[in-house]
């Protein structure tokens, strides 16, 4: 059915999504128990795959629909924690469960939980029916405005696709070598659940803790690029070292650990990624951003997991490599991945810069920030990276110019000159003399001449009075810069007196024997 012509509430696509994914979870032990064939449990980590990403999926429109900005600054992190608790326990509470109704029943248990998430979907649409029932068939419209095809032609979007694509095979195919490292390890059926139970809820408590407090100061302190790598990184250094001990001593319980060591490290950095990856829309302007996540959500994630599964075929089925023949070809994976990071994070800056140079009523770069990119601007302004300091002032000044006056006076003092110009001139727009007192200590301190001038021009808005009183000094500052500044500013002064005083001067400058002097009153 085309999207154009569906007209589905959220309530209901979200019903029939949790109602799918129930439904899968019931059948899914009833075909295990009479089939219990390799085709089956082969498929079963892209199923896990399906349903995690239908579930995260859901979530996120559910409260984006329900909460509005304000809301959501407060209870967004709140809430998202719920996936980890819910891990933490289901994790620790999975080797109970096995040891008194075996494996493949915990899918009963799963499908009772799935089954208590739809009333309370139902609970949640009762107490917001307007927000709930709102038809978002608008929005598929806009996202059919251009085929995969057209966005395959912009080279920031193929990198994103192709990075995109890279995380999910290489997720994949680690997580294969871990399982069968565990296997080897745990024959069982039961014994195997029970130990991947306490490893999702030693991730869950990790994870919990590194949303908690790590997340979002490393990707304000670090920025998108090094984020980008750190996952490639990380994983082939535990590759290399299963490699290593895997071809020159065979040590089971060093290949066991250095696999859960891996998976273990890229579940926790997912979250992390993929908040990293989401900020790589945010350059695109609005309607090619809400293409791109769509295409790439519900186009390049199943492609992609359906690569992985040939790639798997190929090397276990067909050329019967073991677990350390795989971590060589994991290796070469990595290295591309790390090598696509790399250029992304370096088109990502470029793209930032390249919107900064364009103006934004222009409509062919900066886009406007929805109700959700709306935080990541508000985070990127404590970003160590100039250009996306800048970059998200200039944002949030069309947007949400209410949220900026709460951040211009670290901004100030920031150590670049160009946010320190772009705070200067939007503290000049709000015309609040609050911060006066900063804008004199940089006026009086700074080396720089343009943020000098600027904080000149920027106390003459919000301080006038200092600035009449000193004009005279800053006429004759030594700096040409904010000596022609402060008689610009004479000449436009209200006060007639200070008018003439400052064509007095530019005729003295004028007929001066320094050619600098002369410059200033031409």
């Known amino acids: 059915m ?136 608008g929005e598929g419209r806009l996202a059919r405005t251009a085929s995969m095809g057209d966005l395959l032609k912009n080279p920031y979007i193929r990198l994103v696709i192709a990075l995109f694509s890279l995380v999910i095979i290489g997720f994949y195919v680690i997580l294969n070598i871990y399982y069968a490292q565990v296997e080897i390890r745990f024959p069982t059926a039961d014994e195997m659940a029970g130990f991947v139970g306490v490893f999702m809820g030693v991730y869950g408590v990790l994870s919990l803790l590194m949303q908690w407090l790590v997340a979002g100061r490393v990707l304000n302190h670090f920025g998108v690029g ?39 490290y890229q579940f926790i950095l997912y979250a992390l990624g993929t908040s990293a990856i989401n900020t790589l829309y945010q350059p695109l302007p609005v309607h090619q951003r809400t293409q791109a996540q769509t295409a790439v959500i519900g186009i390049v994630y199943p492609v992609s997991m359906g690569i992985t599964g040939l790639i798997l075929i190929v090397l276990l089925n067909i050329l019967e490599f073991n677990p350390v023949q795989l971590s060589y070809a994991t290796i070469l994976i990595i290295l591309i991945w790390l090598a696509v990071a790399v250029r992304m994070g370096d088109a990502y800056h470029r793209r930032i810069k ?55 006076g670290a901004l100030v003092d920031y150590p670049d000159d160009a946010v320190q110009l772009t705070a200067l001139n939007q503290l000049a727009s709000l015309s609040s003399p609050a911060m006066s007192t900063d804008v004199k200590h940089l006026l009086q301190n700074k080396s720089s001449p343009a943020v000098r001038t600027q904080a000149l021009e920027t ?50 400058l004028a007929l001066s024997t320094e050619r600098s002097s002369r410059m200033i009153a031409a």
Not at 372 to 380: K, L
């Open 2 to 137: 085309c999207i154009r012509d569906s007209h589905y509430s959220l309530f209901k696509t979200l019903l029939v999504v949790h109602g799918f994914m129930l439904l899968t979870l019931i059948a899914l032990p009833l075909i295990l128990s009479r089939l219990y064939a390799s085709i089956v449990l082969f498929t079963l980590p892209i199923y896990f795959g399906v349903n995690l990403n239908l579930t995260i999926s859901s979530m996120w429109n559910l409260l984006g629909r329900i909460f509005n900005l304000r809301q959501g600054k407060r209870l967004f992190a709140l809430l998202s924690s719920g996936e980890h608790i819910a891990t933490i326990f289901a994790g620790f509470l999975a080797p109970f469960f096995v040891a008194r109704i075996g494996t493949i029943n915990l899918y009963v248990i799963g499908a009772c939980f799935m089954a208590g998430a739809i009333v309370m979907l139902v609970l949640i649409k009762r107490l917001s029916t307007e927000k709930m029932s709102l038809v978002v068939a």
């Open 354 to 408: 390249q919107a900064l140079q364009v103006p934004s009523f222009k409509g062919l770069i900066m886009p406007q920030p929805t109700k959700e990119s709306i935080p990541i601007f508000e985070q990127a302004l404590s970003s160590t990276n100039p250009a996306i300091v800048v970059y998200a002032l200039k944002m949030l000044e069309e947007s949400a110019p209410q949220l900026i006056s709460s951040n211009l």
């Open 226 to 264: 090094p984020v980008l790598v750190a996952s490639p990184v990380g994983l082939l250094a535990f590759t290399l070292l299963f490699a290593v001990v895997g071809t020159f001593n065979q040590w089971s319980t060093a290949l066991l650990w250095l696999a859960v060591g891996a998976n273990m």
């Open 459 to 508: 106390l003459y808005v919000i301080d006038p009075d200092f600035v009449t009183a000193k004009l005279a000094t800053y006429a004759g500052d030594p700096e040409p810069m904010v000596h022609e500044a402060a008689l610009s500013i004479m000449r436009r002064h209200k006060e007639p007196m200070i008018v003439r005083q400052a064509a007095k001067m530019l005729q003295n």
